[in-house]
């Protein structure tokens, strides 16, 4: 991994979420924006896409990388995935997004790739 | 890990690209539109931006989830990571961009998660 720019790539579960919240775009994209400020990172721009019936997915490009969430409502599910260059730990943004739709943050990966 | 649905997530630097290619955004989006079609996935949407002087990210949205792509040209290596529900092996994506972009692909992760 010779690459000197350090990206902090991590993977987590925000389980038992509120279904209600979880199928709520605005508020998805809201509770992003709101995770991209805490962590003082720069938002470049979001896409996101309903499907029917139910689920979503969502991604907030940001100067500093990006983070992606995809829905399981089906299984109170989310699963989000963020890649940063910021300063702040990527874990904070999670934990912000679990608190927000009442869920539980179980962490897949927490790796730092670069930074040599 | 209690979710039922399946996802590759893939994380590969892509070294020794050549410069001039990889600051060329509408080239970039062309290949993440190719590896999108060439795994069969569903394109749904895609961002971009440009730095100034230098680098681009980029994000594709996909029905099965997302590959973002973040250049570092002053190292000449590209930073991809791509979440997929589809069910070809999400490597041969990033096989694909390296061949495009005359690099060569170091594997980072490859991680299933869920599918239980």
Same mark, same amino acid.
């Given at each position: 991994?010779?690459?000197? =720019?350090?990206?902090? =790539?991590?993977?987590?579960?925000? !389980? ?6 979880? %199928? ?5 994209? /809201? ?23 139910? $689920? ?7 100067? %500093? ?8 409502? %089906?299984? $109170? !599910? ?7 260059? $910021?300063?702040?730990? =990527?874990?904070?943004?999670? %934990? ?17 790739? /670069? /930074?040599?």
């Amino acid at each position: 991994m010779n690459i000197m =720019a350090r990206i902090q =790539a991590l993977i987590g579960l925000l !389980t038992h979420c509120n279904e209600e919240k979880m %199928e709520d775009v605005m508020l998805i994209e /809201g509770i992003l924006r709101k995770a991209v400020k805490m962590m003082d990172l720069t938002l470049l721009e979001s896409v996101s896409h309903k499907f029917s019936p139910q $689920g979503m997915t969502a991604v907030a490009l940001l100067a %500093e990388s990006h983070i992606a969430v995809h829905t399981y409502p %089906e299984e $109170g !599910t989310i699963f989000v995935e963020m890649a940063s260059c $910021g300063s702040r730990d =990527a874990k904070m943004a999670l %934990e912000f997004m679990a608190d927000m739709l009442e869920g539980k943050l179980e962490i897949v990966m927490d790796k730092i790739i /670069g /930074g040599a």
